[in-house]
T-cell receptor, first 117, second 116 residues
Framework: DADVTQTPRNRITKTGKRIMLECSQT?????MYWYRQDPGLGLRLIYY???????NKGEISDGYSVSRQAQAKFSLSLESAIPNQTALYFC????????????????FGPGTRLTVL | AQKITQTQPGMFVQEKEAVTLDCTYD???????LFWYKQPSSGEMIFLIY??????QNATEGRYSLNFQKARKSANLVISASQLGDSAMYFC?????????????FGTGTQLKVEL
């Protein structure tokens, strides 16, 4: 089984609808992240969470909210979806440890392709 | 200013040849990390290689090596003996020590196509 899972994998919705993207991980990591990927722009950070009680805005948080229900679960919500939120969304996790110079890579889920009509 | 710059939107290489994908970065931190990820057409993000700012030697992982030139703030990925399966989008990313650490800033990516 995959260590980082995302549901749904694909979603088509209409403008104004509320939608939730879910992320679960079995890696036991404290830190979780939501990114969106747009063609030509790379990945941009939406929100990140260092533990259940610590949630932080990223570079492009407007129009999004998140919930960290448990260490293993981190959900992203679009309260009222709009067409320019059409993108590929990634969840990622990393371990708490980061002494200077260590790897502590981020592990990505498979992505959710969201289309807002 | 862009924190991570990848100036090559697309690259072509012949099978079995080596290819260099460019990445320059901008940071005032002394402690930072540089990552390369591969994204095949299936969409998943695959970690390839990491270089810490204090690492004195260039990182290597199999056919991947990172040409780290700290003074020039560049972290180019070198893929040796290219294979058809290397065709993918490649992203350079940086982690800086400030702001709580471990947030990644990504470049816009380079689409690599390996040809026969």
């Amino acid at each position: 089984d995959a260590d980082v899972t995302q549901t749904p994998r694909n979603r088509i919705t209409k403008t104004g609808k509320r939608i939730m993207l879910e992320c679960s991980q079995t890696k036991g990591h404290d830190r979780m992240y939501w990114y969106r990927q747009d063609p030509g722009l790379g990945l941009r950070l939406i929100y990140y969470s260092f533990d259940v009680k610590d949630i932080n805005k990223g570079e492009i948080s407007d129009g999004y909210s998140v919930s960290r229900q448990a260490q293993a679960k981190f959900s992203l919500s679009l309260e009222s979806a709009i067409p320019n939120q059409t993108a590929l969304y990634f969840c990622a996790t990393s371990d708490r440890r980061w002494p200077s110079g260590s790897l502590d890579e981020q592990f990505f889920g498979p992505g959710t392709r969201l289309t807002v009509l | 200013a862009q924190k991570i710059t990848q100036t090559q939107p697309g690259m072509f290489v012949q099978e079995k040849e080596a290819v260099t994908l460019d990445c320059t970065y901008d940071t005032s931190d002394q402690s930072y990390g540089l990552f390369w990820y591969k994204q095949p057409s299936s969409g998943e993000m695959i970690f390839l290689i990491y270089q810490g700012s204090y690492d004195e030697q260039n990182a290597t992982e199999g056919r991947y090596s990172l040409n780290f030139q700290k003074a020039r703030k560049s972290a180019n990925l070198v893929i040796s003996a290219s294979q058809l399966g290397d065709s993918a989008m490649y992203f350079c990313a940086m982690r800086e020590a400030g702001g709580g650490g471990n947030k990644l800033t990504f470049g816009t990516g380079t689409q690599l196509k390996v040809e026969l």
